[in-house]
């Protein structure tokens, strides 16, 4: 179906679709490409209207969801699609500070995040709910994954036909994460750039709403909330310090602007928060691209487990280098090993078990602390944003095998005998 009469009530804080690259304005239909410049399109408030109306106060009595901070948000009217998106925990990690060297670390935990356990669910929520004022029926996605859960439960929700595509090589979990919502899926034979490839001749042809392609001035909107979260949840104040993953590189510049948006109607402090970023050796243009001192991101083919942060082509890559530069942060890769290595080591210190991009943040977080690029002292927060549950053979094989008994005290006593002097050597090994 194609989209309806763009609606444009009073009450509505957001104003116009805004080139980044120009600065031409535009009108807020389902388009997200400067027609003079081909730069991206990104949504604008009146900040002017949001400092007089919006407080502390007034956020804190909102529902227990992103929609608390709808004043923030591109969706015009009071029917918003709330499955109880957002508002998860911010996790102060101090068996894994302690591990790594530092005093006050943050997990930000959208491992369990509503309803599909991956940060994907905030920009969905908004992507639909925006959607259907525009009058979409019809709903869809390009997707490494989690993308595609996300869109098929929240269409499923919202009584919306939904249509989704990711390659065919997804992890089995993801698979059937999408498949239960009874979609249409189409797994295509190609990696996530040639799926994104065919969603925007998809989306020109049968006008569907594309919540990633035609929808993204508003889907992006949603990772925001991740900002405003944890400005909330400290005490209104912001971190020192970020480190997130980097696949398009929207969700960093999101987090950036959330905390812009904060200081800038007053609802925290004026500070300089450093931005990190990680990313898989295997698809890894944006942490090339920082290494290597370029201005701009050279396309990659993507050739690593973390299959959901495997955007060889990033869109935004080139504002989060921006980004992590100007806030004196940086941008690191770490190899699929190393990936493996972070999951574990955030499941055995914290208790989150993370798929393989929070294994990638985490093994990044470890490497730029060893480097000396994370003080000690600063209040650092990293961004988990989907459920190990998901990616589970990224490591099997890696984790052990359950000791099998028989029903009998001194079979386990042997066994647990067997158990301990493996973790003895273990340790021997580590000290060595």
């Known amino acids: 179906m194609t989209q309806a009469k763009t609606l444009n009530p009073i009450a509505a804080t957001f104003k116009a679709l805004k080139c980044k690259e120009c600065g031409a304005e535009y009108e807020l239909t389902a388009s997200h490409v400067c027609e003079a410049c081909f730069g ?5 408030y009146d900040y002017n ?27 015009a009217t009071e029917n918003v699609i ?29 491992a369990v995040n509503m309803p599909t356990l991956s940060f994907k669910d905030r920009v969905v929520s ?23 859960n996300s869109t098929a439960a929240i269409a499923a929700h919202a009584g919306l036909d939904c249509c989704v595509f990711i390659p065919a090589d997804l992890e089995a979990g993801k698979v059937l994460g999408t498949l239960i919502y009874s979609p249409t899926v189409m797994a295509v034979q190609g990696n996530y750039d040639q799926v994104n490839r065919l969603c925007c001749e998809v989306a020109n042809t049968y006008g569907w709403g594309f919540v990633n392609i035609n929808l993204r001035p508003y889907y992006s909107e949603g990772s925001k909330t991740l900002g405003y979260e944890v400005a909330e949840q400290l005490g209104w104040q912001l971190p020192d310090h970020i480190v997130a993953p980097l696949a398009s590189g929207s969700l960093f510049t999101k987090i950036y602007k959330g905390f812009q948006e904060f200081i800038q ?13 990680a990313q898989a050796e295997g698809c890894s243009p944006i942490a090339q691209a920082y290494q290597e001192e370029r201005e701009f991101v050279k396309p990659v083919k993507p ?14 890559g080139i504002y989060a280098l921006e980004i992590a530069r100007k806030t004196d942060g940086s941008i690191a890769s770490v190899t699929d090993a190393e990936i493996i290595e972070g ?18 943040t985490i093994a990044v977080l470890k490497k730029l602390v060893e480097a000396g690029k994370i003080d000690p002292d600063e209040t650092t927060v990293a961004y988990i944003t989907g459920n190990g549950l998901k990616t589970q053979e990224a490591v099997q094989g890696y984790v052990g095998e359950p000791l099998t008994i028989e029903a009998k005290l001194d079979s386990f006593e042997r066994a647990l005998e067997r158990s301990r002097t493996l973790e003895r050597l273990d340790w021997q090994q580590v000290l060595v």
């Not at 996790?91 to 005093?103: D, F, S």
């Not at 050739?303 to 935004?316: M, W, Y």
């Open 265 to 277: 109607v007053g609802l925290v402090e004026d500070k300089s928060v450093r931005f990190s970023g």
């Open 40 to 44: 991206p399109l990104e949504v604008t």
């Open 82 to 110: 709330d499955v109880g998106t957002g508002m998860t925990p911010l996790v102060q990690a101090n068996r894994l500070a302690r591990r790594l060297g530092l005093k006050k670390l943050y997990i930000k935990n959208d």
């Open 126 to 148: 908004v992507a639909l709910s925006r959607a259907r004022e525009l009058g979409f029926s019809t709903v869809s996605c390009a997707s490494t994954g989690n993308l595609a």
């Open 49 to 75: 209207t949001l400092r007089r109306t919006v407080t502390r106060e007034s956020i804190q009595s909102g529902p227990n969801s992103i929609w608390r901070y709808r004043s923030f948000l591109p969706v």
């Open 303 to 316: 050739n690593t487990i973390a299959k959901s942060i495997a955007i060889g082509n990033p869109a935004d």
């Open 343 to 360: 999951i574990k080591l955030l499941a055995e210190t914290e208790g989150i078990f993370t798929e393989t991009a929070g294994g990638t």
